[in-house]
């Protein structure tokens, strides 16, 4: 069974937040943030590493589990 967790990330250039969620790759133990969620679909997030990695093709099969909503931040001077 999938989990799937939701999370919310700046985006520091725009002052939004955008709400996505976390879904993990099938017996690998990584933990990827569906990239569909930022302006650039270049690639998905490696949360245990830090690391920006390119991958276009996890990227867009991750898709579904982004929500693509986008609110003000009200934090932003």
Known sequence: MSVVIDYESLRS???CWIFCRFAPILDTGYWILDAGCW???TGCWMLDTGCWMLHTTYSLLLT????RQLAVNPHRP
């Open 13 to 15: 250039d725009t002052g």
């Open 64 to 67: 579904p589990y982004c929500l």
């Open 39 to 41: 302006i650039l679909d």
